[in-house]
């Protein structure tokens, strides 16, 4: 029996907060304002944090961007080998990603396996301009050569560990914790 | 979660599991309504259709599924004429499924024909119609239809009009909408109707006027001429007369109620043009919740680790 | 072999000497040669201990398919006898649906030869009323009579004509032939598989009203009056049916009927899952008509308990339900079966079974048996009510393995079968 032991709090919701807010502005300022620019959250955490990010985008620039919600079951690498068939929900991304720069959204890069299902994903919605990645951990180990432009805190873990991104409009509270598993 | 290795029928689902598949069927209708159509889920999978009734409908959904899934699907149809002397149908399934195939459709027209082929086969059996017992993916897309229209089908009032005794699609849509809760009433001819149909919880009517009098729904079934022949009804005109759905009749349902009919149409028999024309109808709706439905099906039957990997 | 066997301190139950109690039978030979409460065992004797065991007149299923000539791939006399003996029967009519059909005097005396050679029990063909069983044209009975038949059916197919009935209920009379109806409108019962029900509806199987029997029920009766001739209705299995027997037994009429050990422990219940094995004809029918079939035995109004032994290959049943011939084995079942449902349950006493399983059958055929009297030949049956077994048809004598019954625990089964006083079946094998 598997147990989880939570470690440490990495970031509390002030930390959280920050790490948006500059996530935000690097956006805007890598490309160049927000023309052209949509935010597309992955199901469920990334969801809330592209939200997030395209409120402080017209708080800052008083533009307001297109957020689209991704589900990416359909497109897992792991399908035939799990057990149970995991719950599919829907896409919507009701707007048009054809010539956009879209900025991918989730709440923490792993292996790059869903970011890979992500990136294909999108790209049968349509032929992006360019697609672009904010995260708000990057843990490492990556299985895939994937890189995010826009990381919130980078945490070196081991793979024991466990990250767990949690937010008020999922969970009811906001923190980013390492759990450990123990047998 | 869906753990049953087939899909034969809904008398045999809960409605939690029901209410799954048509969740499931969101998404996938969805993918349809893209440019890009295709996802790669059932990459490396394989279907079959396997026919023993003749229907272009059905199976062009279905492969349309595998198809948006990415799942590879080979259609084999055997004729009626051949079923006598040809192989046996546990033969032929077994065959199907040493070619590796994962999923099988069958439709046949005799009932419980996808049981026997269940017992015998390790690869997933989809009822794609089998004689009088059973359409669940119809019965799926008849309650996805009106859930998405409707909302909550515990609410509804839903009439059946037609040939109930040879309707498996009536029976699908029994059992679904009896496990959540929806009033179901039935409407045909007495000669259409089985007695027993009472005990699967319908109420029983002869008058069509009577039948769809405030529904949310009028879902009407197809009649065949052969009917005429076993002296089941006198002629396709009469029942016409007493039985097919004009407008007036219509006009008895609520103001919003959904005209519904499974395809394909007798026009001017068991539906007016008038009817199947106006605002209400979703017959064409049906056809593409169809394939989302199906798409869901295959998901969940496919998706995860199958019992066919598992077991080999 | 012994001359001389002695059957020791079982409960023999012979009901035509009014007996029901422990006592010894001595057998010399071929017949019974003492029943008594006491018979000392001397050197020359084989002795059976039967304590605790019941002893009966040889059981006689007359409604039974041997399938030979023509279908041996379904059974054969060899085969069909064993299943019999293994069942505790010492005699079986044969129904007449062979290919060819035993419509003929060659194919009676086939069938008569073939069971002196091969058979371990004793084989009573009955012929066909009319020519191959077609309902046109009556067949040449006193020719069949003269061959050595029994009775007279055409069963599978009922005699639809009812002209051709009432003439063949004439004719036979002249030869003491009992006419065995299938009772079947085939208009009513048109490609249904399945009692017409709410499993049927629910299932969406075509099905067999009550009322498809019921008619031809009510015709027999109505003719059997009308030519004051015996009539005898096989396999009866509804509640209307059973009520217009009753009826016309009460009026004196010369009607007779049977009910098979699946008519009495099924219903249509049973057809769920779509088993083959579960198609028969008449079909298994609804609660109410298995209670009807049960109220029948008890009181009387069903004289018979037969089998209809149905035996079918594999591969033929191995098909769509609708596509199934019908019919089930059911030899090797029926005693624990008659235990199990109704002598446990106090439908019927032992004496009761006896007679339905025994006397009956020999009075309705007129043939020898039903009687453990001194003199008479020496067919009997030992069965001990306390024994327990799992059903499986992989041990079945017969080469059907058609049952429903496939993997039940019943009790109360045949240990010993004695034809002419030779042991053919001991404990559920046949001794050669």
Redesign the interface.
Known sequence: MKNLVAKATIMDEEKIRRALVRIAHEIVEKNKGTDNLALIGIRRRGVPLAERLARIIKEIEGATLPVGIL?IT??RDD??????????????VNFSVINKTIVLVDDVLYTGRTVRAAL??II???RPKSIQLAILVDRGHRELPIRADYVGKNVPTSKREIIEVRLKEIDGKEEVVILETTE | ???RKDLLGLKELTADEIS?IL??A???K??IQ???K????LR?KSMVTLFYEPSTRTKTSFEMAGKY?SADTSSLTVSASSVVKGESLIDTGRTIEVMGTNVIVIRHQAAGAPHLLAKNVKARVINAGDGMHEHPTQGLLDLFTMREKKGDLGNLTVAILGDIMHSRVARSNIWGLTKFGAKVHVVGPSTLIPKEIKQMGVKVFHSVEEAVKNVDVINVLRVQRERQKKGLIPSLKEYAKVFGLDKKRASLAKPDALIMHPGPMNRGVEIMPDVYECEQSVVDEQVTNGVAVRM?VL??LM???GVY?ATN | MYMKQLIKGGRVIDPLNGIDGVKDILIEGKVISQVADQIAVTDQVNVINAEGKIITPGLIDMHVHLREPGLEYKETIYSGTRAAAAGGFTAVASMPNTRPVADNKAVVRFIIEQAARDGAVKVYPIGSITKGSQGEELAEIADLKEAGVVALSDDGNPVVNSEIMRRALEYAQMFNLTVIDHCEDPNLSAEGFMHEGYISTLLGLRGIPAAAEEVMVARDIILAELTESPVHIAHISTVGAVNMVREAKKRGLPVTAEATPHHFTLTDEAVIGYDTATKVSPPLRSEADKEAVLQGLKDGTIDVIATDHAPHAREEKEVEYAYAPNGMVGLETVVPLVVSQLISKGVLSWTDAVVKLSVNPAKILNIPGGTLSVGAAADLTIIDPEKEAVVDPKKFYSLGRNTPFKGWKLRGWPIYTIVNGQIVMKDGKIIE
């Open positions: 589900d359909l497109y399908l035939t080998t799990l057990a149970q068939q995991p719950e599919v929900h829907k896409t919507e294909d994903a049968d919605l349509g | 979660m869906y753990q799954l969740d499931t969101v998404p996938m969805e993918i893209r440019d890009i295709k996802v790669p889920t490396g899934l869901a998901y969940l998706g995860g680790k990997e």
